[in-house]
C-alpha cells in the first residue's frame, strides 16, 4: 500500500509515478500496473464529461467518481481534486467537502490548486488528518483570471512568488506538490528547495515524480497538451470496434448461433 509517509521518504532515485483515473475499470488496470498515486483529477471535466474546462465540475461528480476507483483500488494512494469553489470560500465549508471525500468517498488524500489562499486550509486539514497534495504553476480553474493555459512562473517574479507558496505549503504539512506547465529550471529549483516530493506535469524531467491524464496517455482524446504523451491509441482501437460491431448487426453476422443458444438458470435471470 503506497501511503503520504512513503511518499515522502522515498529515495529521491525512485520517481513518483502517478496517473489520473475517473472510473473503476480504468483505476483497476492502473492500480494493477503499479502506478504509486491515482488522482481523480477534475480534468475529468474535460476528459469525460465533455465541458471544455473544469470549472463546471460539481462536488457530488468528484464525490461519486472518487468512490468508484477507491472501490477498484488496492494498493494506490487515491487522491480527489477539490473542484472549483468547494474550497477557499469558506472554511468550515472547505473542511467539510475535503472532509466527505475521505470519509464517505474513501480517499486517502485531496488535492488543491493552490496559492495564497490555500496556506491556513492546508494547515487546517492537515491538522484534522486530511493529507494536502498542493498544485502550483498553471492552475486551470484560474483560466478566465490567467485568459488561457499559459505556462506559468516565466519571469524572475513570479518565479519567485511560485518557490515562497512552495515553501509555504511544505511549512503548512502538505505531503506533496504538484507542479503543472513551468519551466523546467524553476522546477528543479523548487524541488531542490523542498524536502516533500514535487510531481511535475509539463514541468522538465527534474521533480521527483510525473503525473500525466490518462485520457492523453490512451489517446482518447482529439487533443492533448503537447508536454503530455500519448502510449496506445485507444480512440483507434474503439473505433475500430464499435464500427465492426455496427457491421456485423448490419449484415446478420452478430448474433450468431454460439450467442443465440444460451441456457439460462431460472433462478438466474440476467
Ligand atoms: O485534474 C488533473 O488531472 C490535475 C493534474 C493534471 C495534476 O490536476
Ligand atoms: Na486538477
Redesign the pocket.
Known sequence: MVTTRELRERPADEPITML?AYDAPTAEIVDEAGIDVI?V???MGNAVLGHDS?LPVTLEEMHSRTAAVARATDDALVVA?MPFLSFGVDEADSIENAGRMLKEADADAV?LESGPHTVELTRRLTQLGIPVMA?LGLTPQHVNELGGYQRQGTDPDAAERLLELARDHEEAGAFSL?L?HVPANLAAQVTDALDIPTIG?GAGPDTDGQ?L?ITDVLGLDEWSPPFSKQYADLRGVVTDAVTAYKEEVENGDFPADEHSHVESDVDDVY
Open positions: 489520473t488522482l483529477g477534475d480534468s473544469t481534486d488535492k498544485h504538484v503543472e506535469i503525473v491524464v
